[in-house]
C-alpha cells in the first residue's frame, strides 16, 4: 500500500455522471475509455486502409464522400497521388499509436493490473486521467489533419525528413498537417510518459500482501516491462518532435543539410542531417514495437494457461525472455535504417542483436506450444485468437528474419516484404492479442457475457481472412513490389496486379466481419447473459471479486496471495484450479 | 542504511514520513518487502513516480544534447563566440542554481523537522534562486539576440549554433520555469497543510534534476565554445 | 538515530563547495589551448562527477536502497550508452564534407 494522503487516492465512490463516465479517476473507467478510444482510432484506420487498397487496384474510381473530404486531394473523388500518401500516413500514425500503443497497455493494462495485483486503483489515480484525456487531445489533433486545407501529411507515420521538416514547399499535408501530426505525436508522448510511470510504481509498490513479483500473472510482467520500455523510449521520440518541430517553425536545420531544392525552391537551411532523424526516430520506433506486441504475449500466456486447464510452462523462462527482449530491443534499431546510408559497420552491429532476439521471442512460443500440450482445451474465442496469435506471430515473425540480415534487406528494404511483415506481427498478431483480451475480460468488465457463436465466426473469418490479406504480400515483396506506392505502373509488377485484387478483396471482406465483433461488443454490453463472478474458472485475482467489480475492486478487503497465477489441473475441492487467494495448501507455491 | 553523514538521518522518518498507520514499513522476518504489502524501495510512491519522471526527461534531454552533439561533430565552422563576459555570466547562473538547489536540501531537511516557516522559507529561496537564473538567462538571450544570433543564423558559423543553443537552453528554461512555478504551489499548499513533506521531498528531487541538466549544459554549451585566445 | 542536527549540514555546505570548486576548475581548463576532444572528454567527467554528487547527496540517492539505485541508473547509463552509436555517423559526415571541401 502505498502511501495514501487525502489528495492522492479517492475514498468514496463518485456520483454524478460526469465524475463517473467522462473525468473519471477510477481505472477501470479509464481503461475502457482507453479501449474506445482505440476502438474509435482502429475505425478510421480500418477505412483508411480500405481507401488505399481500393486506390491500389481500382486507382480511378470515383470513391463517394472522398471529394467532400478533400476536394485538392480526390477531385472527383479520384485520390491524387498526394492524398494517398496523406491517408497512409494518417492509416499508420492512428494504428501504431492510437491504436496499438493504447489498448493493449493503457487500456488493458489500466483496466486489469490494479484487480490483479490486488490493489484498489494504480498509484495516481489523477494522473492517470491525466494521461487520458492527453492521450484524447494529441487524437483530436491528428484526427483534425483530415478536416485541414491541405490535408494529413505525406511523410508516413516515420515522417523522414527533409520532407517533413521543410513545411509547406514539400508537398501538400506539409503545411499545416505535418505541424499537426508533430504537436500531436508529441502530446501522446507525454501521455504516455506519465501512463508508463503510474504503471511501474503501481507494479512495485501496489501488490497485495503475498503478491510476490513470481506470482504475478504473466500480464502483470507484460505490463510493466512494456512501461519500462515506454518510459526510456518514448523520451528520445519527445525530443525529436520537438527537434522537428523547431527545424518547421523555427528556421532551425537539426535534420536540413544545406543546398537543398525542393519543388524548385532553395531551402535557407543548412547543417543539420536527415539520418539523425532516423535515429532518434528508430531509437524509439523499434521499442515502439515491443511496446505493441508484449501486452499481448502477457495476455496469450494467461489465456493459453487458463483455457488449456494447466499452469504456463516456464513461467520464469517467460518472465526471463521477456526482459531479454525489452533489454535487446535497444539495441537493434538500426535495422530500420539498413538501407540509409549510415556507417555499414553499425549496419553489422545492428543485425546482430537483430538475430539474437528472435531467441527469446522462439523460446515464448514454444513454451506456450508446451503450455498448450497435453491440456484439456477449452475453445473459447479468446482461446482461439490465443492459439491465432501463435500462429500469425510466428509466421510475421518469421519475416523479420529475412530483415535481420542487411544483404537481404537491400533487396527487401522498401518492398511489400516489410508490409507483410509487420502487419502479421502489429496489425495481426497485437489486434489478436486485444481481441483475446476482450473476450477474456468482457465479462469482468461489463458484467455480461458476449456471445460465443458470434465470436467464433468473427475468429475463423478473421484468421483466414488475414493470412489473405497479408500472406501474398511477402511473396509480392520478393518480386520487387515496392511499397508506399500510389499506382504500380512498371511492366514488372502487372502480372502480380491479380494478386493485389485478391489482396484488397480480402481486406474489405475481414473488414466488414469486424463490424460482427462491433456488433457483438456492443450489442452484449446491453444485452448480453449476465456474468457470474468466473466464467472462465481462472485464478488470478479480478475473477475473485464481482463482474463489474465495486468501484474499489475488492469491497475494502486486502486480498492476501498465497498462490501463483497458473494452479491448474490440481484437484482442489472438485474443482481443477486453484485461485491466487485461496487458503495456502501443504506444499505452498511460489 | 543511513549513515551519520546523512543530511536527513534522524530528521527524517524512515521512507521520507507520512505513511499512514498500519502500513509496514519493515517486512515481516523471513519475507522482503518483493513480497507484497509493502514498498519494495522504502520510499513513498510519488517519490518513485518522481525518479522515474525524472529518468525519463534525463533521457530526453540527452537525446537533444546528442543531437548537439551529432551536428556539432559533423560541422566543420561551429564558432566559439562566448567572450569572458558570457562565460562569468554563465558561471554566476552555475552558482546560482546550485545555491538553489542547497536551499532546497534545507527546506526539504525543514520540512521534515515539521518547520513550516522554514520550509516556506526555503522553498522560496530557492524558487527565487530560480527566477534570478531565469532572469540572467534572458538578459544573455537578449544580448545574443542583439548581436545577431538567431535560430538559422549567426555573424560567426554554422547557423546549427543557434539551433543548437536555443534549443537547449531553451529546453531547459522552460524546465527551470516549470520549476519555479511548481515550488510557488508546494510553498503555499504547505503553509496551508494541503501537502506533505513528502511532497516538498518530490519537489526537491525535480529541482535538483533541472540543476543536474545545467552541469552538463554549462559546459557542453558554454565552455566548449568559449572564445579562447 | 541521535546525532547532531548540524553533522548532515555539513556534509550539504562540503558538497555545495566541492561543486563550486569543480564549476572553478572546468571554466579554468576552458581557457586551456586544448584539442576538442580531450577538452570535451575531461569536462564530461567533470561534469559527471558533479552529476554524481547532486544525485548523492541533493537528491539523497546514497542513503537511499541500493535496489533502487540499481534500477534507476544503469538503465539510464544504458540507453545513453546505446544512443553514442549514432555518432558513427556523425564522423563520417565530417568526413564526407571534409573529401566534398
Request: with cysteine; hydrophobic share 50%.
Amino acid at each position: 500500500m502505498s502511501d495514501t494522503s487525502a489528495a492522492a487516492h479517492h475514498h468514496t465512490a463518485p456520483t454524478s455522471f460526469i465524475r463517473k463516465y467522462i473525468f473519471s479517476l477510477d481505472h477501470k473507467v479509464i481503461g475502457i475509455q482507453y479501449y474506445f478510444l482505440a476502438i474509435f482510432s482502429v475505425l478510421i484506420g480500418m477505412v483508411l486502409s480500405w481507401l488505399v487498397r481500393i486506390h491500389l487496384v481500382w486507382p480511378q474510381l470515383h470513391i463517394w464522400g472522398l471529394e467532400k473530404l478533400s476536394p485538392a486531394g480526390a477531385p472527383g473523388g479520384v485520390m491524387t497521388p498526394e492524398y494517398y500518401l496523406s491517408l497512409l500516413t494518417l492509416h499508420g500514425t492512428l494504428m501504431v499509436f492510437f491504436v496499438l500503443t493504447t489498448a493493449p497497455q493503457a487500456g488493458f493494462g489500466n483496466y486489469a493490473l490494479p484487480i490483479q495485483i490486488g490493489a484498489e486503483d494504480m498509484a495516481f489515480p489523477w494522473l492517470n486521467m491525466l494521461s487520458f484525456w492527453t492521450t484524447f487531445v494529441g487524437l483530436c489533433c491528428l484526427v483534425a489533419t483530415l478536416f485541414v486545407k491541405d490535408g494529413p501529411p505525406i511523410s508516413g507515420w516515420t515522417a523522414y525528413p527533409p520532407l517533413s521538416a521543410v513545411g509547406s514547399d514539400a508537398g501538400p499535408g506539409q503545411g499545416m498537417g505535418q505541424n499537426l501530426w508533430a504537436v500531436s505525436i508529441a502530446i501522446f508522448c507525454v501521455g504516455s510518459l506519465l501512463g508508463a510511470l503510474n504503471f511501474i510504481v503501481t507494479t512495485v509498490d501496489l501488490r497485495a500482501k503475498g503478491m510476490s513479483l513470481m506470482r504475478m500473472p504473466l500480464t502483470c510482467w507484460a505490463w510493466l516491462i512494456t512501461a519500462i520500455l515506454s518510459l526510456l523510449s518514448f523520451a528520445v521520440l519527445f525530443a525529436a518532435c520537438i527537434l522537428l518541430f523547431l527545424d518547421r517553425n523555427a528556421g532551425t536545420s537539426f535534420f536540413l543539410p544545406a543546398g537543398l531544392l525542393v519543388n524548385e525552391k532553395l531551402q535557407p537551411h543548412s547543417g543539420g542531417s536527415p539520418l539523425l532523424w532516423q535515429h532518434l526516430f528508430w531509437f524509439f520506433g523499434h521499442p515502439e514495437v515491443y511496446i505493441a506486441i508484449v501486452p499481448g504475449f502477457g495476455v496469450i500466456s494467461h489465456i493459453l494457461s487458463t483455457f488449456s486447464r494447466k499452469p504456463v510452462l516456464g513461467y520464469k523462462v517467460i518472465v526471463a525472455c521477456l526482459l531479454g527482449i525489452g533489454f535487446l530491443s535497444f539495441m537493434v534499431w538500426g535495422h530500420h535504417m539498413f538501407l540509409s546510408g549510415m556507417s555499414p559497420y553499425s549496419g553489422f552491429l545492428f543485425s546482430i542483436p537483430t538475430l539474437i532476439i528472435t531467441i527469446p521471442a522462439t523460446i515464448v512460443s514454444l513454451l506456450w506450444l508446451g503450455t498448450i500440450f497435453g491440456g484439456k482445451l477449452r475453445f473459447t474465442t479468446s482461446m482461439m485468437f490465443a492459439l491465432g496469435f501463435i500462429s500469425v506471430f510466428v509466421t510475421g515473425g518469421l519475416g523479420g528474419m529475412f530483415l535481420a540480415q542487411p544483404s537481404l534487406d537491400i533487396f527487401l528494404h522498401g518492398t511489400y516484404f516489410v508490409v507483410g511483415h509487420f502487419h502479421m506481427v502489429m496489425g495481426v498478431a497485437a489486434i489478436f492479442g486485444m481481441f483475446a483480451g476482450t473476450y477474456y475480460w468482457f465479462p469482468k468488465m461489463f458484467g455480461r457475457m458476449m456471445n460465443e457463436t458470434m465470436g467464433k465466426i468473427h475468429f475463423w473469418f478473421t484468421f483466414v481472412g488475414v493470412y489473405c490479406i497479408f500472406m501474398p504480400m511477402h511473396f509480392i515483396g520478393l518480386e520487387g513490389n515496392p511499397r508506399r506506392y500510389s499506382q504500380f505502373v512498371n511492366a514488372f509488377i502487372q502480372p502480380l496486379m491479380p494478386v493485389h485484387k485478391f489482396m484488397t478483396i480480402a481486406a474489405l471482406s475481414t473488414g466488414i466481419i469486424q463490424f460482427l465483433f462491433f456488433f457483438n461488443l456492443f450489442w452484449s454490453i446491453f444485452k448480453g447473459p449476465k456474468a457470474p463472478n468466473n466464467p472462465w474458472e481462472s485464478t488470478s485475482l479480478e475473477w475473485t471479486v464481482p463482474s463489474p467489480p465495486p468501484f474499489d475492486n475488492f469491497a475494502g478487503v486486502h486480498p492476501v496471495v498465497n498462490h501463483g497465477a497458473y494452479e491448474y489441473g490440481e484437484e482442489n475441492d472438485g474443482k481443477d484450479y486453484v485461485m491466487q487467494t485461496d487458503p495456502p495448501t501443504r506444499a505452498v507455491t511460489g | 542504511m543511513s549513515s551519520s553523514n546523512d543530511p536527513l538521518a534522524g530528521v527524517a522518518i524512515h521512507g521520507g514520513g507520512h505513511i499512514p498507520a498500519g502500513v509496514q514499513v519493515y517486512p515481516e522476518p523471513g519475507t522482503s518487502f518483493w513480497s507484497g504489502g509493502g514498498l519494495p524501495y522504502g520510499i513513498p510512491s510519488r517519490k518513485l513516480g518522481m525518479w522515474l519522471f525524472i529518468v525519463s526527461d534525463a533521457i530526453t534531454f540527452s537525446a537533444v544534447i546528442f543531437a548537439y552533439g551529432y551536428l556539432r561533430l559533423a560541422a566543420a565552422d561551429w564558432p566559439r563566440p562566448f567572450e569572458t563576459a558570457s562565460i562569468v555570466n554563465a558561471t554566476v547562473m552555475t552558482f546560482v542554481l546550485l545555491s538553489s538547489s542547497v536551499a532546497m536540501v534545507l527546506a526539504v531537511r525543514a520540512s521534515n523537522l515539521g518547520r513550516r516557516g522554514g520550509t516556506v522559507g526555503w522553498l522560496l529561496a530557492t524558487a527565487g534562486g530560480g527566477i534570478v537564473f531565469d532572469i540572467l538567462h534572458i538578459r544573455e538571450w537578449l544580448g545574443l539576440i542583439h548581436e545577431g544570433v538567431r535560430p538559422f543564423q549567426n555573424p560567426w558559423g554554422t547557423p546549427m549554433f543557434g539551433s543548437a543553443f536555443f534549443a537547449m537552453t531553451g529546453l531547459h528554461m522552460l524546465h527551470v520555469t516549470i520549476g519555479v512555478i511548481y515550488l510557488l504551489i508546494i510553498a503555499m499548499a504547505y503553509s496551508n497543510k494541503k501537502v506533505t513533506e513528502v511532497d516538498v521531498e518530490v519537489s526537491g528531487l525535480y529541482w535538483h534534476f533541472v540543476d543536474l541538466v545545467w552541469m552538463f549544459i554549462f559546459p557542453l554549451v558554454y565552455l566548449l565554445s568559449a572564445k579562447v585566445g | 538515530m541521535e546525532h547532531s542536527e548540524t553533522a548532515g549540514l555539513k556534509v550539504i555546505f562540503s558538497v555545495l563547495f566541492g561543486l563550486l570548486g569543480l564549476t572553478v576548475c572546468e571554466v579554468v581548463l576552458a581557457y586551456r589551448a586544448l584539442p576538442l576532444g580531450t577538452m570535451f572528454t575531461l569536462l564530461m567527467g567533470l561534469s559527471l562527477l558533479k552529476a554524481a554528487l547532486i544525485v548523492a547527496y541533493f537528491m539523497h540517492l546514497r542513503y537511499e536502497q541500493p535496489s533502487l539505485f540499481v534500477t534507476l541508473i544503469p538503465a539510464f547509463v544504458f540507453v545513453i550508452l546505446m544512443m553514442t552509436v549514432i555518432f558513427a555517423d556523425s564522423t563520417r559526415l565530417a568526413h564526407m564534407r571534409s573529401l566534398v571541401q
